[in-house]
């Protein structure tokens, strides 16, 4: 912090990053934890992504948009996981004012445009089950692109209207956060001033950009559960509700924790409970992913089996 000439006040240049614990031997165990937590998302979604990449078969919506999913949680986790893994090993646990701004807009850009994408996943689904004959013709690649890309500029253009009501408040007392990473609602709290109506403007634009999409979702998936009811087969009723499985239990553990950190008032903030809830949709939610896509896909499966049987005629 630094003394503001003529003012009897500071201005904070860094904030300390409290994390979990300041005990060293908890902090240890926190590491190896969330190192392998870490990796594994990286591995896994990486395995995905260079699947789809190489395998010809899987170059279809579905996959290309699952490729876009896997390569959006390898960048959502590795804003925050890298430095809260060297902030557990460091004794010093700052970060620079750019630093945490940078921090935030991009955790919450791609978190927006995650948010956004699953939108566009459902969407996908809807038009499998209910226009199978049509699905390439309405799913062009043309049209994929543009979705994936909108669904990215929506993300970092609406990030830029919440980071910048939050770093443009004056930081000039305490520089501790409460968290492991620069979460607006942490940040929020260390402001020198009244912060009531930027927190209701925030919240605002929380709940537009968070019933909006899950609004999207039902809606796709309702018209998703009427076609599925008219199939008279059994058995195609299972198959089409399994094509719908995976993406409803990643959507649910995603928003459901998002929800509750960033649509709720202001008054319920809790540091601790956060942290810990805050791993769901952040860390947690990119190591699911890989898990549920791979283990329930058969595509996934025999790319996987076929590039190893490669490797081993190679070898």
């Not at 557990?88 to 955790?107: D, E, N, P, R």
Request: charged letters at 10%; glycine letters at 4%; a positive charge.
């Amino acid at each position: 912090m630094w003394l503001i000439p003529g003012q009897n006040q500071t201005r904070v240049f860094e904030f300390i990053l409290l994390g979990f614990s300041s005990d060293p031997t908890t902090n240890s165990i926190l590491f190896i934890v969330f190192l392998l937590i870490y990796l594994c998302s990286i591995m896994g979604n990486g395995l995905i992504t260079m699947l789809i990449c190489m395998d010809t078969q899987l170059h279809t919506p579905m996959y290309f948009f699952l490729c876009i999913l896997a390569m959006l949680d390898m960048g959502y986790v590795s804003t925050t996981m890298p430095q809260m893994l060297v902030h557990l090993l460091a004794h010093s646990k700052t970060i620079s004012f750019a630093g945490c701004w940078m921090q935030m807009y991009v955790f919450s850009a791609l978190g927006i445009a995650e948010s956004t994408f699953f939108v566009v996943m459902a969407y996908d689904r809807y038009v499998a089950i209910c226009h199978p004959l049509r699905y390439t013709v309405i799913l062009n690649w043309r049209l994929c692109i543009w979705l994936a890309a909108g669904s990215c500029i929506c993300g970092f253009l609406s990030a830029l209207l919440h980071t910048f009501f939050t770093m443009s408040l004056p930081y000039c007392g305490p520089n501790k956060v409460n968290h492991y990473f620069c979460e607006g609602p942490s940040v929020r709290s260390l402001a020198c001033m009244d912060t009531y109506i930027i927190e209701m403007v925030n919240q605002i634009l929380n709940v537009l950009m968070g019933l909006t999409p899950i609004s999207l979702i039902v809606a796709s998936y309702i018209r998703i559960a009427m076609a599925i009811l008219k199939i008279k087969s059994t058995q195609g009723r299972c198959k089409a509700f399994s094509t719908c499985a995976s993406h409803l239990t990643v959507v649910s553990f995603f928003y459901g924790p998002s929800s509750y950190i960033y649509m709720r008032p202001h008054s319920s903030y809790s540091p601790e409970r956060d942290k810990q809830i805050s791993l769901f949709y952040n860390a947690f939610t990119a190591l699911l992913n890989p898990m549920v896509y791979s283990l329930r896909n058969k595509d996934i499966k025999r790319a996987f089996l076929k590039v190893v049987g490669h490797s081993k005629v190679d070898c």
